[in-house]
């Protein structure tokens, strides 16, 4: 079984920048695709960006594309999520997932979830 634990959230003014952190338990991080999500109250959950480590795929989604990455450390099993140039729409809910699809064009279908952490950008 794979578990997520995702840290780093808050609140930050727009411009700002936050780091969040995924630890990945169970598995080994080379061996899968991780992936972060984002949802905001009233709104559908989005995809943000994936990748594998074993091909170098990357995905960001064009909300995101240029002012976050994806990036891991797999000594600690650990994907982070570095967001900057932050606005008060990126505010939402994210989450960790892994196993599932991460292609150039989008991600979908994650078996495993992180509880979710709250990202609040000011104006």
């Known amino acids: 079984e794979v578990h997520l634990v995702e840290s780093g959230g808050g609140l930050v003014q727009a411009g700002g920048s936050l780091r969040l952190s995924c630890v990945v338990s169970?598995?080994?991080?080379?061996?899968?695709?991780v992936g972060w999500f984002r949802q905001a109250p009233g709104k559908e959950r989005e995809g943000v960006s994936c990748?594998?480590?074993?091909?170098?795929?990357?995905y960001y989604s064009d909300s995101v594309k240029g002012r976050f990455t994806i990036s891991s450390d797999t000594s600690k099993n650990t994907a982070y999520l570095e967001m900057s140039s932050l606005k008060p729409e990126d505010s939402g809910v994210y989450y960790c997932?892994?196993?599932?699809?991460?292609?150039?064009?989008?991600?979908?279908?994650?078996?495993?979830w992180g509880q979710g952490i709250q990202v609040t950008v000011g104006s």
């Open positions: 997932a892994a196993f599932g699809f991460c292609g150039p064009y989008g991600m979908k279908e994650y078996d495993y």
């Open positions: 169970g598995g080994t991080l080379n061996d899968y695709v």
């Open positions: 990748f594998f480590e074993k091909d170098m795929t990357r």
